[in-house]
């Protein structure tokens, strides 16, 4: 067998578990593969819109595992072992099931196309950033992927005899159908797939294209596509058929239940190797993308190549101390917060329009997969502090999107718009930024779409469509905007518009815009007008202005959704106004009922670890004097609870980064705890010492230290502080603060004192 050089050695290294080095080798793409986190362990690099990942969620005539039986949102979970191909193009942490599609197979002996068939079970699985590889079970063939920003090489090491390429362009993860294949050559083939109906929005659909060639001349190609057999009842039966096969047919093949394959009489170890290029805006580009990125054939040095994008990406901190495994998941968190967004662009600059058929061009980056009601909270920020140079080019997409079509994005995918989620969320992504002091970028554009989507009508509004009582009460009332009460989120909806016109009143006020800023301040305040007494908690209001009787403040836990709530409960919910904890503080009667009631929420279980309602929950404690400690006590917890370096080690849906990023501020001793505020909540760091390597251009002081030397593992209470070698006696400080004090130290101490300051 040829050697496998440098990435099978990268491998071994990491399956045997040797003394990592960099940040890069403690990355383990496993973490967050199960417990519905739906990450996976495929090949993508930083900001990649290529990724090339292991298809297992669909099952054999034996073993049935339909994507749909369960919460199927990812290609791969780490349980299942059936694998039925790569993917091309996936998503990780996202909640409805979407890309992962062009799946392509290696197979051994008598051609087969029916993937109830030809799938196996695996073994050897290994993964590190930029590279995953596997030995098929049913073949004995060596699997090994590796990727580009906008392409991949696969390497498949075949036993000798007949061996088979396998490219399914039918089936796949997203709800979508129908596509298109066409012969180039006897090496080349390339085509499109539709994809889209994301979180089953109908009109979110676009085209994905493609450029597939294999570095060998085959024996033999072909088509096949699925024929529908006629029942008894002479109905067309769409769910079994048989495979015909077209070999000798050489145009091109369109359908939905289509593929192509290429056949070879194969030596003993001989390695066959494929590339495959995309794009979204046509094949033409698809294939200048494969060319530009990948000169011939080549898997060791683009293996290389993304094994060193990923190490400077990853080398921006630098952590000493800990464990071994707090330092995987730390790097692993890092690693899943540069996924997305991605690029959107092709090499030569052409994107697909926001909700258009029109090509634009960039000269920079244009990114997609905004998911932000998710990443506002706190991916963007870590965003600002560790790569501003990306979070200026997201800011940049979102104001071409406005440009393009007259909105924000809210959930944007691939140029569609899919009205996902809450809010208006790219008020506070935008606004945090400009005030920790990202400033170059349309900010004036930026601010016009914010007030066009504030104080648009909700008839005309796409933003905000219930915002009219939104006005003129303060609140929105249930029923307004759901028929079926079940279903009525207006809590939900309402407090999102809060934090969103806090945000938007920080920056009209940084801009000089003194009116503005008074009216969505007072705005943001409403919140106030859900608050009970009689459960000191909020809760939902019908269109007569009474409370929601009966009323469970514990209904809707565990994303089962109640009345005026989306994904949560009352308790989930109650404390996000974190705009204005002093003043929820006094509605609820003053700091210590307020500190009781947050505490009974952790001591009970109320706390949601995998949902953003209550995600900075544990910092809030940070808001009052004397009471700090128990942020540094509940953050630890919920650390060594909830993010573990194994499979599982995600609490629940990633969301495109967002739990990950949790883990990373609070591992690293700080939270940004309010979007929209340049302010972060302090806590105890898992580190000895962390260095964050800030961009100069951006940060001119340079590298900002955090020092916490743990004499053992029960160090989680901060004794003192300095901050540039002053004493610092609070636990929020400004961003400002922050970066320019350059050294953060802190004493720790193994118990709780409250004579000790």
């Not at 596509?225 to 495979?243: I, V």
């Not at 609140?475 to 999102?496: K, T, W």
Request: hydrophobic share 35%; net charge neutral.
């Amino acid at each position: 067998m040829k050697s496998k050089l440098l990435c099978i050695g990268f491998a071994l290294l990491t399956s045997l578990s040797i003394k990592a080095q960099r940040a890069v080798d403690y990355v383990d793409p496993f973490i967050g593969t199960t417990n519905f986190s739906v990450c996976n362990p495929g090949a993508v690099c930083p900001d990649g819109m290529m990724s090339v990942c292991p298809f297992n969620v669909m099952g054999s005539d034996l073993n049935p595992n339909d994507k749909d039986a369960r919460w199927w949102s990812a290609p791969y979970e780490y349980h299942n072992k059936y694998f039925t191909g790569f993917a091309h193009v996936t998503l990780s942490g996202v909640g409805c099931p979407e890309m992962g599609t062009l799946l392509l197979m290696p197979t051994a002996g008598t051609l087969d196309v029916d993937y109830h068939h030809y799938g196996s079970t695996y073994k050897n699985e290994k993964a590190r950033p930029g590279y995953y590889s596997n030995t098929l079970d049913k073949y004995g063939i060596q699997c090994e992927v590796t990727s580009t920003l906008r392409s991949s090489i696969e390497r498949f090491t075949f036993p000798k005899g007949r061996g088979n390429i396998l490219l399914n362009i039918g089936d796949g993860l997203t709800n979508e159908v129908g596509g298109m294949v066409r012969k180039v050559s006897d090496t080349e083939i390339e085509g499109f797939r539709l994809l889209g109906t994301f979180c089953y929005n109908p009109q979110a659909v676009f085209p994905m294209y493609f450029v597939v060639k294999v570095n060998k001349k085959p024996v033999s190609t072909g088509y096949w596509k699925k024929q529908p057999t006629m029942t008894a009842e002479a109905a067309w039966d769409h769910d079994s058929g048989r495979y015909k096969l077209y070999t000798r047919y050489g145009k091109e093949m369109a359908g939905n239940e289509i593929g192509y394959y290429f056949t070879y009489d194969c030596q003993q170890d001989e390695q066959i190797e494929v590339k495959v290029g995309v794009s979204f805006v046509s094949i033409a580009n698809a294939r200048a993308n494969m060319d530009a990125e990948q000169e011939g054939f080549d898997f060791e040095k683009v293996c290389q190549q993304a094994h060193d994008r990923w190490e400077t990406a990853l080398d921006k901190v630098t952590v000493e101390g800990g464990t071994d495994a707090q330092k995987r998941i730390f790097y692993t968190a890092l690693y899943h917060a540069l996924l997305h967004p991605n690029i959107l662009q092709d090499v030569n600059g052409e994107y697909p329009k926001m909700e258009s058929d029109a090509i634009g061009k960039t000269s920079g980056n244009r990114y997609t997969v905004f998911s932000l009601w998710d990443t506002y909270r706190n991916l963007n920020p870590l965003l600002t502090l560790l790569y501003p140079e990306k979070q200026l080019d997201l800011m940049r997409s979102m104001i071409n999107m406005y440009k393009e079509w007259g909105w924000m994005p809210k959930w944007e995918l691939y140029g569609r718009e899919t009205w996902t989620m809450e809010g208006d969320p790219s008020i506070p992504v935008i606004a945090d930024a400009y005030l920790k002091g990202l400033r170059d970028f349309d900010v004036n554009t930026a601010y016009e779409a914010f007030l066009k989507s504030a104080t648009t009508p909700g008839k005309d509004n796409k933003m905000r469509p219930d915002i009219d009582p939104y006005i003129s009460k303060g609140y929105i009332p249930m029923g307004f905007y759901a028929a079926d009460m079940s279903g009525d989120n207006s809590v939900s909806h309402a407090l999102e518009y809060y934090i969103a016109d806090y945000a938007l009143s920080q920056l009209a006020s940084a801009l000089g815009k003194k009116a503005d800023a008074k009216k969505f301040y007072q705005r943001s305040l409403g919140y106030r007008n859900y608050y009970s007494k009689e459960y000191g908690v909020l809760r939902p209001r019908k269109k007569d202005g009474s409370f929601l009787t009966p009323f469970d403040p514990k209904d809707g836990a565990n994303f089962s959704n109640a009345p005026g709530f989306h994904e949560g409960s009352a308790w989930n919910y109650t404390f996000y106004a974190p705009h204005d904890i002093l003043g929820l503080a006094k509605l609820m009667g003053g700091k210590r009922a307020f500190v009781n009631r947050l505490q009974y929420l952790f001591d009970n279980d109320l706390y949601d670890p995998a949902n953003e309602p209550d995600i900075a929950d544990a910092y809030l404690f940070d808001y009052f004097k004397g009471e700090e400690w128990r942020t540094q006590k509940e953050v630890n917890q919920l650390l060594q609870k909830y993010y573990k370096a194994a499979p599982d080690g995600i609490p629940g849906n990633d969301d495109t980064g967002t739990m990950s990023a949790w883990a990373i501020f609070s591992m690293m001793g700080f939270y940004p705890d309010c979007p929209g505020s340049p302010y972060y909540s302090v806590t105890t760091p898992v580190f000895d010492k962390i260095t964050l390597h800030l961009n100069k251009k951006y940060y001119p002081q340079g590298d900002l230290v955090i020092e916490a030397p743990h004499r053992s593992t029960a160090d989680i209470y901060i004794k003192r502080m300095t901050l540039g070698g002053k004493p610092l006696n609070r636990f929020r400080i400004s961003h400002q603060e922050l970066i320019q004090g350059g050294r953060l130290k802190m004493e720790l101490s193994n118990r709780h004192d409250p004579s000790e300051k």
